[in-house]
């Protein structure tokens, strides 16, 4: 077979997906609309009953504080949801990697073509929920054009460790590991308040979880209070995205070639 190079690999696999969703296009809507759905009732709700919290120095209406917590909750979301319950399905029941395998295409290109795919999704959903953001007034900076790339570094990094995890997957009873923990974080990963509120060393547990990583580096673009603290969030993100990538090329290796 004559060999294709990744750029070709990873393009083909996003038109295969695309053509399987293309009747399904209501799965984007619902989620697309589930976080928007929990800005108007938690972010304009609640925030009718709270002033607001200081960011960079400056106080910012609690729907402003929420909103980008919200957008990287959502791209956190997206990407596991693709990375785990569609990429077992594809795995384990549908053979599709397998079958991909009898083609030019290798296990690192379908690891990088799949989790391509769940970065457009959630680059689809981050981009809508910015458009929403901007008419509710809820940007208050130029940063806030990197957003989006910053919700792509949240995917990145949540659909590779996702996609490596899957791959240990058993059943799909298992898959109750993977709301237990993303569950809390959603809760807790200073989405809904600072993280300030924690004391000593429970704060330093939420500080060191990757959405709030990825909340804060979204809640900074938005609101202008760049600092160094963003860049780490940076690095962060993609040496976990990275790291999560080759485990799952490893594990594929292993199940698929072996």
Same mark, same amino acid.
């Given at each position: 077979?004559?060999?294709?190079? !990744?750029?070709?690999?990873? !393009? ?10 293309? #009747? ?16 108007? +009732? ?15 120095? #400056? ?56 989790? =391509?795919?769940?970065?457009? #999704? ?12 901007? &008419?509710?007034?809820?940007? +208050? *900076? ?7 790339? =910053?919700?792509?570094?949240? !995917?990145?990094?949540? $659909? !590779? ?68 603290? *963003? ?9 976990? $995205? ?5 485990? &799952? ?10």
């Amino acid at each position: 077979m004559t060999p294709i190079t !990744g750029a070709v690999a990873t !393009g083909l696999i996003l038109q295969r997906n695309f053509i399987a969703y293309r #009747r399904a296009w209501w799965i984007f809507a619902t989620g697309f609309l589930e976080p928007v759905f929990y800005l108007f +009732s938690i972010g304009v709700g609640v925030g009718a009953l709270i002033s607001g919290f200081e960011v960079g120095g #400056r106080e910012i209406p609690y729907a402003e504080f929420v909103a980008p917590g919200m957008l990287a909750a959502s791209a956190m979301n997206g990407a596991v949801l693709d990375s785990t319950f569609n990429f077992f399905f594809k795995l384990k029941y549908s053979k599709l990697f397998d079958q991909m395998l009898a083609t030019p295409l290798t296990t690192t290109d379908i690891a990088r073509g799949e989790l =391509a795919w769940s970065l457009l #999704r959630g680059g689809v959903y981050s981009l809508g929920f910015l458009l929403v953001m901007l &008419a509710m007034g809820l940007v +208050s *900076s130029w940063w806030a054009v990197l957003v989006v790339p =910053a919700a792509l570094l949240i !995917g990145l990094a949540f $659909g !590779g460790v996702a996609m490596a995890l899957t791959t240990w997957m058993r059943s799909w009873q298992d898959f109750e590991l993977v709301t237990l923990t993303t569950l809390p974080m959603f809760l807790f990963s200073a989405t809904f308040f600072p993280v300030t509120t924690y004391p000593g060393v429970l704060r330093w547990v939420v500080e060191a979880t990757p959405l709030y990583r990825g909340v804060v580096l979204c809640r900074e673009l938005t609101t202008g209070a760049v600092s160094w603290d *963003s860049a780490f969030s940076v690095v962060y993100l993609v040496a976990m $995205g990275v790291a999560g990538l080759l485990v &799952a090329r490893r594990r594929l290796d292993s199940l698929l070639l072996t």
